[in-house]
């Protein structure tokens, strides 16, 4: 199941990150690439520990950690730092690949299990073009391109793979996710249950019938997180 979030980063949010990445110093994205996806990776990418990197994640990380639909989609337990990259010129796609099982973070040795991924747009669709990212699903893949600030959130074990860009540049953060509710059909139960939720609150307030299935989330959720 794929999320498409609006607006996790406000105009103002996306003009300081704009900011930020027009002077930094990029280098060859294949730093993180597994085995594999090396081989088809061939574009740039922010060094994790230089000083506009630092800044941008703690834009992003905020700007996650205030947005409802995030949390709900992804019950997030850990989230690997987010990195930044960037596909233009000679460096510009990434061919068919899938994401390492787990990603340890080489300051903290803090291992990831990486159960969703995300890719965060920094740039609009009208800024360049190609660049779409293919997520494969069983029916020849979905193209996504998103504006500027949206997120799309999807399962870490899909084939995805970033389409050349031929004109202009894409710019995004992405990262990997470890959530609460390592089982994919259990945590989108609970996001579909949440979002009927909302449905019924909206409709009757605090009813009988939403206290109910409140109490039915929360002692799934329960049953499932590991915190």
């Not at 990831?112 to 991924?117: A, E, H, I, K, M």
Request: with cysteine; charged share 20%.
């Amino acid at each position: 199941m794929m999320f498409h979030i609006k607006k996790v980063l406000s105009a103002s949010q996306i003009a300081q990150c704009r900011a930020l990445l027009q002077q930094a110093n990029w280098a060859d994205g294949r730093v993180t690439a597994g085995k594999q996806a090396a081989t088809a990776k061939n574009n740039l990418q922010l060094p994790e520990e230089c000083d506009e990197a630092r800044q941008l994640r703690a834009i992003v990380l905020e700007a996650l950690s205030q947005n409802a639909q995030f949390f709900t989609a992804a019950l997030p337990r850990r989230v690997y730092p987010p990195l930044f990259n960037q596909y233009s010129g000679q460096t510009n796609s990434f061919g068919n690949h899938v994401d390492n099982a787990v990603r340890t973070h080489p300051a903290t040795a803090q291992h990831v299990r990486t159960d969703l991924s995300f890719t965060l747009f920094l740039c609009d669709p009208h800024e360049y073009e190609g660049g779409e990212l293919v997520i494969e699903d069983g029916f020849g893949g979905r193209p996504v391109k998103l504006p500027a600030g949206d997120l799309i959130l999807y399962p870490s074990y899909s084939v995805h793979r970033v389409e050349p860009v031929t004109q202009g540049a894409r710019v995004a953060c992405f990262s990997w996710l470890e959530s609460m509710v390592g089982n994919p059909q259990q945590r989108e139960l609970l996001y579909e249950l949440d979002m009927a939720i909302l449905g019924v609150r909206e409709q009757q307030g605090e009813s009988e019938t939403a206290v109910r299935l409140t109490s039915c989330y929360h002692n799934l959720l329960r049953m499932w997180a590991t915190p």
